[in-house]
């Protein structure tokens, strides 16, 4: 649901150069832990493990796992500490495109240019698979932390997921095809299915590093705000950019009558309430001054990115 | 998965009553709080929340609440103690009928004379309201008790829902369609698929009410027994009853290629092996002694019921 595999980094602008760059040592890094971590237990069908890493650890640019680490390393914790928190996120991402990606949800044959994971295992499988990745991530929190750290943790993502979080916004997305665009709306949306699982991965990463209050919830305000960012960024590329620049179809949005803030109020309108929302990104990280650099460069990344 | 809301208690033989009343007085107690539990908060979309109760709070024996909320009270927890546990196992249950009556599962238009969630709602939000329910069951969690409680008891709703339980054992379940019986794969399948949630019933009931260890494990034994009996029986029931008896369709099982205990070992032995399971959970209960009294009732009760 957004923010996800559906954008490559490869080729960014130069003034995204140094994030990009970021992500990918960041990756090539926790990619060998996450494989690790979520390692087919004896205990489990094979067939069903397999279909769980075959979507869990596809080719992703793994901004999720990046928010949980960076914000645990910014609150004085250690990339270790972040690990279990930031498997889980993953974990909670690749289940939500996997179901995502079903006949009955958006149809989609291909995930950055591999089969989804229902072309491959079959859709009984696939269903399940996306299952067994939402109930894997609680028990990486369990397993990565002390009962109370887990317990505080568990709240965090289980709302970030659920009704009020991912999930409802995925339920008002699909509603929202039917019916008029509006700008309330539209945020309700964006805020729920793409933000709240980014606030949710600064916010865990600040808990697993032992941040106080105040520190989870800058962190928190900096998540929503980004998340907000890269999804209006998203509606933009969809009205703006050429499908060479995409690698995908562009218009899609307006096809199938999303809500979108294009839709709602233009196009100018709509960069500037992008920009005010990587602005209010990064108002949120003031606190943390210069440590904070690289998240500041992520929420511009979101803006000005070409695809 | 397995025991249910597809048999009724309403007519039980006579040697049931005792039990069968009690789930029922049970039940009369438990709803209006488990609906209390699972109200809709503001932030999340009304269809959505719909969707997730109508299935939630669907006619249903209970079962597995009650288990919560009696190993609670064996070891000197209060009924409130155990509400959240008991409430989260329901929502779990509820996910995992909502999923497997998808057309890609079992695809089934009815569960207990009411319309399947995707028949009333549709495919993609009957997915959706099975993904939320799932992650309400953990919100249920760290809501209900303290953080640290919270931590232990995710972990083992975890795993007890998870690629080594529940859902492992529904693939094993679809995969062992295709293979040949056998023993060692159809009590794979029973411990996984059926015996694996209800063990987490009772363990979680434990923890609820602060049972030490060699408590929370004796529970965990006598769910597990229980639940190897209870799929026993229904494999039994698909083959010995008749379909006025049953209220549904028998021979399913056959017809479906299913691995079950009377296509591997015959009709006898299976019986004796459900009489077993169920010796084997009297006997993880002896030390609590007569009050544990009502769940040895609910052990012979799986065996000897006619639907």
Redesign the interface.
């Known amino acids: 649901m957004g923010f996800g595999r559906s954008a490559t980094v490869t080729s960014a602008s130069t003034t995204c150069e140094g994030i990009v760059q970021r992500l990918d040592a960041f990756g090539r890094r926790f990619e060998p832990a996450f494989s690790r971590l979520v390692a ?2 004896a ?3 094979p ?3 397999e279909a ?1 890493r075959y979507s869990a650890l596809a080719p992703g640019k793994r901004v999720r796992p990046y928010l949980v680490v960076r914000s645990c390393e910014l609150v004085g914790g250690a990339f270790d500490d972040a690990l279990p928190a930031a498997a889980a996120l993953e974990c909670v991402h690749a ?1 939500s495109l996997v ?1 995502d990606d ?4 958006d149809d989609d044959d291909l995930r950055r240019g591999r089969p989804t994971n229902h072309k491959v295992y ?4 696939a ?2 698979a ?3 990745l ?3 991530a ?2 990486l ?3 990565g ?8 943790m ?2 965090e ?3 970030g ?5 991912m ?2 916004g ?3 997305d ?2 929202g095809e039917t019916q008029a665009p509006n700008l309330e709306r539209v945020r309700y949306i964006h805020e ?1 299915k793409t933000a709240a699982l980014i606030a949710t991965a600064c916010r865990l990463g600040a808990v697993a590093g032992g941040g106080d209050e105040p520190a989870v919830e800058q962190l928190g305000c900096y998540g929503r705000h980004v998340g907000l960012a890269f999804q209006i960024a998203d509606d933009l590329l969809d009205v703006t950019s050429t499908a060479e620049d995409m690698g995908k179809a562009v218009g899609k949005d307006a096809q199938a009558g999303k809500q979108t803030y294009p839709a709602c109020v233009g196009i100018p309108e709509s960069r500037r309430a992008g920009l005010a929302a990587v602005e209010a990104a990064e108002a949120a990280l003031a606190c943390f001054g210069q440590p904070a650099h690289d998240l500041v460069e992520l929420a511009r990344f979101c803006m000005d990115r070409k695809h």
């Open positions: 087919a237990p205990g489990a069908p067939q069903l493990a769980m289940f179901h079903l006949p009955a949800m079959g859709e009984a499988l269903i399940l996306g299952d067994a939402l109930a894997l609680f028990e929190l369990a397993r932390y002390d009962s109370a750290r887990a317990g505080r568990t709240l993502l289980a709302r997921t659920g009704w009020e979080g999930i409802g995925q339920v008002a699909i509603e729920r």
